[in-house]
């Protein structure tokens, strides 16, 4: 029975850490680049219909 538990520890840690390093070195970059790029674009498109900052 313990042989069994320290398998599927095992297997748990090894699964946490998979998902850990593929958030940290993949999906949370990812993630970043698409909302910055998207902050941008909305400020590039906003100033192409109302022009630039303090031009009245």
């Known amino acids: 029975m313990s042989e069994?538990?320290?398998?599927?520890?095992?297997?748990?840690r090894t699964r946490e850490w998979k998902t850990f390093l593929f958030i940290t070195v993949c999906l949370f970059p990812i993630l970043s680049v698409l909302l910055i790029g998207?902050?941008?674009?909305?400020?590039w498109?906003?100033?192409m219909f109302m022009g630039p900052p303090g031009h009245g």
Request: hydrophobic residues 30%; charged residues 15%.
């Open 38 to 43: 998207g902050y941008g674009f909305t400020v």
């Open 45 to 47: 498109f906003l100033q």
């Open 4 to 12: 069994i538990k320290n398998e599927y520890e095992q297997t748990t």
